[in-house]
């Protein structure tokens, strides 16, 4: 999924409008109608800062809307910047790898 699609999907099961999260997140409701539709130049991409009241507003998971807009969340940066090292092995792990790292985790 992409981000625009998941603001969408978010925005209707609140049954709102573009209007109605437009006016609570303070833009256009044009502007949201092109995040929705994938029509934004790279320059016009909403901020951190938006995407956080937008899933605030549409009761969205913040990290989610985040990393679907290709904006790392603070708290991974930071972990990412303390760790780089753990974050590179992470990273070169086949998804069978990861998924059995992930469920020994969760464990």
């Known amino acids: 999924m992409i981000f625009g ?25 044009t502007y949201l ?3 929705e539709n994938g029509k934004l130049d790279f320059s016009d991409y909403p901020s951190e800062k938006l995407i956080r009241k937008l ?3 549409l009761g969205g998971d913040m990290d ?4 679907l807009a290709e904006k790392i969340p603070d ?3 930071k972990r990412v910047v303390q ?4 974050f590179r092995k992470l990273a070169r792990l086949n ?13």
């Open 33 to 35: 109608s092109k995040i």
């Open 95 to 107: 998804d069978k790898a990861l998924d059995r790292l992930v469920a020994q985790i969760e464990e």
């Open 5 to 29: 699609e998941r603001v969408r999907e978010l925005r209707k099961a609140k049954n709102l409008t573009l209007r109605d999260v437009g006016a609570k997140v303070d833009i256009n409701f």
């Open 83 to 86: 760790r780089p090292d753990a």
């Open 55 to 57: 899933a605030k507003v």
């Open 75 to 77: 708290e991974i940066r």
């Open 64 to 67: 989610e809307l985040l990393l």
